[in-house]
């Protein structure tokens, strides 16, 4: 295996570090096991081949996060003749209903709040960070913010908050 | 900020065959590391050492060709006939950059791209699509006719390529209404965010490598983050961010013959961001 260090860390560790997050993303995206798989190794193959400078690890975390979502529309691109992926059930990530874990109702919602809500909840990005992960202006984070909040206590049944 | 818990989601038990196999990647990419490492620097190489062999090389050219007439030419007859020959070869080159004119203006769009190409080699020459011509195969341009070529290979509005031009012309690769397989085609380059003004437009040119005669010059609108695009991330030095372009040849509409093809990613600035070369088999 390749001796590149990315922030004093090794490839094998980033990888270990940063695989729920990336695996998480491209789950999220895909929500399909088989092709959240390839985009979460050309992620980090990315990583391997491009070598960025990084200024920190919050700098590498949200590369990775980057280009796991670039990865995805890729993917999707690349597939969309094929089949729609957010209409492919069979094989598809399923999480059982539970009280306390959202997960599942995540996964149901439409894909522009998915990631912005698992960014704010799962990774305690800031609504300024996320904007910028994800090229968008923070007003519009906001909102997306707010009204996939408000889709997923519809959808968990709650009654807010 | 506790009040939705994704647990299960940020706490994936992600399996072991997914972090072993993105550990074999780079295993696999050492065993051939000139293909994955160099590929780009050596092809910035090759165009640069092009570049500069025929900047150096061009006026040899000329200055040959100057000195073979007089010596051929010693008689006064002969001489006026090479005058003559002069004065031909002129006269068409005439016709031919007329020919050329008439041919721009019935295609702006391409003109437009092909200004945009040329900017740096037009002081120069007078005609874009000689510069252009020159830019790309710049050694075999006296060979080959290339300025005749747009008028056979008329580009609708569409972009898309029309089939053959008039009988006779053979320029273009492969068989006559033969054309190639453009599937899993992609049209793929790297640029710097800074070189792209904006959300802006790309232009993507497609030359025949053979005569350098444009096939294609198509309007491919990036807007960041959408569909032909993807920026690497780098939120501390925007400019120096990376972006990836590509155009996939399978949903273009174009034909093309099979042979060898030279593409050009230019920006509305008309800089080049990106060229290579891909290949159209049958």
Known sequence: MGDAVFLGLSYEQVINKYKNTVGAVCLMRLKNWADAEDCFQNTFFKLYRNAPDFNDEAHLKAWLIRVAINECNKYIRKNRHHAELDKVSDGAVDFPQGKCDMSWALLNLEKKYREVLYLHYAEDYKINEIAQILDKSPNTIKTLLRRGKEKLKKLYGGDGE | ?282
């Not at chain 2, 293909?35 to 061009?58: D, K």
């Not at chain 2, 005669?213 to 198509?218: C, E, M, N, Q, R």
């Open chain 2, 1 to 282: 900020m506790s009040e939705f818990n994704f647990d299960k989601l940020k706490n994936l038990d992600i399996p072991q065959s997914w972090v072993d196999s993105a550990l074999d990647v780079p295993k696999i990419k050492e065993k051939s590391p000139v293909v994955f490492i160099n590929f780009r620097r050596v092809i910035s190489a090759v165009a640069i050492l092009l570049v500069v062999c025929v900047v150096c090389l061009s006026p040899l050219f000329f200055k040959n060709s100057n000195d073979i007439l007089p010596i051929a030419s010693n008689n006064p007859t002969e001489q006026t006939n090479s005058s003559q020959y002069d004065e031909t070869t002129k006269t068409e080159a005439e016709n031919n950059t007329d020919a050329t004119e008439k041919i721009e203006t019935q295609t702006p769009t391409r003109e437009s791209k092909t200004n945009l190409l040329t900017e740096s080699t037009e002081k120069s020459t007078d005609s874009p699509t000689q510069a252009q011509t020159e830019k790309v195969t710049p050694t075999k341009k006296p060979q080959s006719e290339p300025i005749e070529d747009p008028s056979g290979q008329p580009s609708n509005p569409n972009g898309s390529v029309l089939p053959d031009g008039p009988e006779g012309e053979t320029d273009a690769p492969g068989a006559e209404g033969d054309y190639g397989n453009l599937s899993g085609i992609v049209l793929e380059g790297f640029t710097k965010d800074s070189c792209l003004t904006g959300s802006g437009n790309v232009y993507c040119s497609i030359y025949e490598y053979r005569t350098g005669s444009p096939t294609w010059s198509g309007n491919l609108y990036v807007p960041k983050f959408e569909a032909d695009i993807e920026i690497y991330y780098t939120p501390q030095d925007q400019s120096d961010r990376d972006v990836y372009l590509s155009y996939n040849m399978e949903n273009s509409g174009l034909l093309l013959k099979p042979g060898k093809y030279r593409y050009y990613f230019v920006n509305e600035n008309g800089t080049q961001l990106y060229t290579s070369i891909f290949s159209v088999s049958k």
